[in-house]
């Protein structure tokens, strides 16, 4: 699923018109269901908004997100990056070939 999911993103960034044919399968009925234009939007304001290329978690980012928690109450005391995220993982993904 990992692969399946980097594959997509690795697609998905490669170029625009992937983008586009991405978003008039995502928002059909059997997905998304929701009107193309709203998707279009999210996938081009900003147009790196949207990235999926990269799995890895970020540690800055993390951290930032672990303070924002603990600021707003959903968590009670910090998780230690290492307890939370497993970087062999993301490291062992490949990006599987997505035939569209």
């Known amino acids: 699923m990992v692969g399946q999911?980097?594959?997509?993103?690795?697609?998905l960034?490669?170029?625009q018109a992937n983008r586009n044919k991405a978003?008039?399968?995502?928002?059909?009925?059997?997905?998304?269901?929701?009107d193309p234009k709203i998707l279009q939007f999210v996938?081009?304001?900003p147009t790196?908004?949207?990235t999926y290329g990269d799995l890895r978690m970020i540690?800055?980012?993390f951290e930032e997100l672990?303070?924002?928690?603990?600021?707003?109450?959903t968590?009670?005391?910090?998780?230690?990056y290492e307890q939370y995220v497993d970087e062999s993982f993301a490291m062992a993904a490949r990006p599987a070939v997505i035939p569209l």
């Open 66 to 73: 672990m303070q924002l928690s603990l600021a707003a109450g």
């Open 59 to 61: 540690r800055a980012e």
């Open 13 to 15: 960034d490669a170029a």
């Open 48 to 50: 790196d908004r949207v």
């Open 43 to 45: 996938m081009e304001n």
């Open 23 to 34: 978003v008039a399968i995502a928002a059909g009925h059997n997905f998304f269901n929701q």
């Open 75 to 80: 968590i009670k005391r910090p998780i230690a």
């Open 5 to 11: 999911i980097l594959g997509a993103g690795v697609w």
